[in-house]
């Protein structure tokens, strides 16, 4: 039974370290973001999401900018990156999050509900779907 709890334990631990990486924004503060064009908003679900199931008004698409980020990004390594995936139990998300740490990035969040969150919100996406 001790064996069980400290297993349990040990992985309570790492979800927590690795869920608390990148801290989570909401959904209406990545809007207002896209809106003032305040942040650099990244969707990592991959080309065929991005161009066939909409995206974040003003995100760019991982897949197409990953193997150059640094030109995509703004020299201020302050600035606001906001990736995100498909929904609360995607990690691809992590991809372009570490790319842009490993960039020198410090303002990077995750908006956790990810694209599947964001159409049940009604928010709007590009292209319009």
């Known amino acids: 039974m001790n064996k069980i709890i400290i297993i349990l334990a040990t992985m309570l631990l ?5 869920a608390g990486e990148f801290a989570d924004i909401s959904m209406k503060d990545v809007k207002t973001a896209a809106d003032a064009k305040s942040a650099v908003i990244i969707d990592a679900n991959g080309p065929g999401s991005y161009t066939t199931k909409g995206h974040v008004p003003t995100a760019l698409d991982f897949n ?5 980020l640094a030109a995509s990004l703004p020299k201020d390594k302050n600035a606001l990156i906001i990736a995100y995936c ?21 303002n990077i969040k995750h908006m956790a509900d990810g694209i599947d ?4 919100a009604n928010m709007p996406t590009e292209p319009k779907k």
Do not use: Q, S
């Open 14 to 18: 790492a979800a927590t370290v690795y």
């Open 64 to 68: 197409a900018i990953k193997d150059n």
């Open 86 to 106: 498909g929904n609360p139990g995607c990690g691809a998300y992590l991809h372009a999050a570490k790319a842009a740490k490993n960039l020198g990035y410090t």
């Open 117 to 120: 969150g964001w159409k049940a």
